[in-house]
């Protein structure tokens, strides 16, 4: 499939609960296979469970979305899709905490990551590879 811009992407909705985790890693490693950068399986893979497990924990509607688009040679896009506003926020490092350190290993992993308002909810992406 691809993105109006031109750019491969594959997404899907995915019910809002822990075990879409799961479908979603499969989905980024198919998507990397078929791109031949597996080389970025592991570190995509670990984005897209943090990404969906903060949309489990804070959003309130009953699914999200998955998205993994490849933008440049070496580099995909990850991201995921709810109907919550809330921001996501990158917490000070707690060496004792048991929560709050999910944005920091997607922040560690990537180029860069953001998110983006919609007026239904917002995008929280992270870019996984090498940008030019």
């Known amino acids: 499939m691809h993105a109006a811009d031109g750019t491969e992407v594959r997404t899907q909705t995915l019910p809002r609960e822990a075990e879409s985790a799961a479908i979603g890693r499969r989905i980024v490693h198919r998507a990397l296979e078929d791109w031949a950068l597996e080389d970025l399986t592991y570190a995509a893979e670990l984005v897209v469970t943090e990404l969906i497990a903060n949309a ?42 048991e929560e709050g350190r999910g944005l920091a290993l997607v922040d560690a992993l990537t180029v860069g990551w953001g998110h983006d308002p919609l007026p239904w909810g917002k995008r929280v992406w992270a870019d996984v590879g090498e940008a030019t």
Not at 67 to 83: F, K, S
Not at 84 to 89: G, K, L, Q
Request: glycine share 0%; proline share 7%; with cysteine.
């Open 56 to 97: 489990v924990q804070h959003a309130r509607f009953a699914c999200l979305r998955v998205t993994v688009r490849h933008l440049e040679p070496r580099l995909v896009r990850v991201a995921v899709t709810d109907r919550s506003h809330a921001e996501p926020v990158l917490r000070p490092h707690m060496a004792y905490a």
